[in-house]
C-alpha cells in the first residue's frame, strides 16, 4: 500500500480543505443542483409539498407516494444474482478491469429499510427544504441535500449493505428495493470487492475507498441507467456534496460531528472527475490520483 501514502483519511482531509478545493466543491455543488433543475425535481417536490401540507399529510408518506407513483418498476429482478450479472459488467468496462474472481452474494432478511429511507429521506427533506421560505432556492437545496445526506447515513448504520473483503461477501439485505436501489447497492459493493482485488482496500483508507464505491455508483447509475437512476445519482450525489461542504465549513473542533468517509470521499472524486473526467476512478485503483 506505500503508493497509497498520499490517500490516508488525514491527507485527503487536508486536501479537500485547501482553499481552491473549497472552491471546486461549491462549483460541483452548483451543477449537482442544475442537474436537479434539469430532472425538474425541484417542481415536482414543490407541488408535492403543497399537496403534503393541505391534505395534512405527512411529508414523507407522500415522497413515498411519489416515489411509488413515478416510479413504478415492473422490472424488479427475481434475484440479485440476475441484476449482479448486468451491473458488473458495467462496473468492470467503467473501471477498466477484467477477470475479477466472483464475490458471494448473500442476500439476506432483516426489516430495515435503509436504501428506501435514506431515498425517501432525500425527496422528504427537498420538499421540507422547499417550505422556508426566506431561503434562496441555493440555501435551500443546501439545507435538503444535508437533511438528505444525513437520514442516508443514518439508515445506512442501522442494517446496510456491506462487503466484508476476508471472505470476499457482498451482503444485501433482503427488503422491498426498487430496481434503481438494488443496483445501486450491489455496484457500491462490487467496487469494493474490485477495490479488495486490486488491494488498495484498507481500513485507514476509509475516505478513498468509500470515495472511490460511492463516486463509481453515482456516475454509474448516471451514465447506464435510466431516469430513475439518474435521478438517484443526482439526488444523493448534491446530498454527499453538500454534507462535505457541512463538514468543512465547521469550525475545525466540531467538524467530528460531520465525519462521513462517504460524504468527504464522494466530495474529493467529484472534484477530480470535474477536473479531469471519469478516468480518475480507473487512474485511482493504481493510486495515480491526489497527487499534485
Ligand atoms: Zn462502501
Redesign the pocket.
Known amino acids: 500500500m506505500n503508493s497509497f501514502t498520499h490517500c490516508t483519511d488525514v491527507r485527503l482531509k487536508e486536501r479537500l480543505l485547501r482553499p481552491e478545493n473549497l472552491e471546486r466543491l461549491d462549483n460541483a455543488i452548483e451543477a449537482s443542483i442544475a442537474g436537479m433543475v434539469l430532472f425538474g425535481l425541484v417542481g415536482r417536490l414543490s407541488r408535492l409539498h403543497l399537496g403534503a401540507i393541505s391534505s395534512g399529510y405527512h411529508p414523507v408518506d407522500s415522497c413515498l407516494e411519489y416515489l411509488a407513483s413515478e416510479g413504478k418498476e415492473t422490472d424488479i429482478p427475481q434475484s440479485v444474482d440476475e441484476l449482479f450479472h448486468a451491473v458488473r459488467e458495467q462496473v468492470d468496462s467503467f473501471l477498466g478491469v477484467e477477470d475479477i474472481p466472483d464475490p458471494t452474494i448473500e442476500y439476506s432478511t432483516k426489516t430495515h429499510t435503509w436504501i428506501t429511507g435514506g431515498l425517501s429521506g432525500a425527496f422528504a427533506s427537498l420538499a421540507f427544504a422547499d417550505g422556508i421560505s426566506d431561503a434562496d432556492q441555493g440555501m435551500r437545496l443546501l439545507a435538503a441535500g444535508c437533511f438528505a445526506t444525513l437520514s442516508y447515513l443514518s439508515h445506512q448504520k442501522l442494517d446496510r449493505p456491506h462487503y466484508t473483503g476476508l471472505t470476499q461477501t457482498i451482503r444485501i439485505p433482503k427488503r422491498p428495493l426498487t430496481r434503481t436501489e438494488l443496483r445501486a447497492a450491489v455496484c457500491?459493493e462490487y467496487v469494493?470487492h474490485v477495490q479488495n482485488h486490486v488491494g488498495i482496500l484498507e481500513h485507514r483508507h476509509e475516505i478513498f475507498s468509500?470515495g472511490l464505491?460511492t463516486g463509481a455508483e453515482l456516475s454509474i447509475a448516471f451514465h447506464y441507467g435510466g431516469v430513475r437512476d439518474k435521478t438517484y445519482s443526482v439526488v444523493m450525489q448534491a446530498g454527499l456534496l453538500s454534507h462535505a461542504r457541512t463538514w468543512a465549513h465547521a469550525s475545525p473542533h466540531m467538524r467530528w460531528r460531520y465525519d462521513s468517509p462517504h460524504a468527504l470521499g464522494t466530495a474529493l472524486f467529484a472534484i477530480e472527475e470535474r477536473r479531469h473526467d471519469s478516468e480518475v476512478y480507473r487512474r485511482a485503483l493504481t493510486g495515480d490520483i491526489f497527487k499534485d
Do not use: L, P, T
Open positions: 457500491h469494493h468509500e464505491a
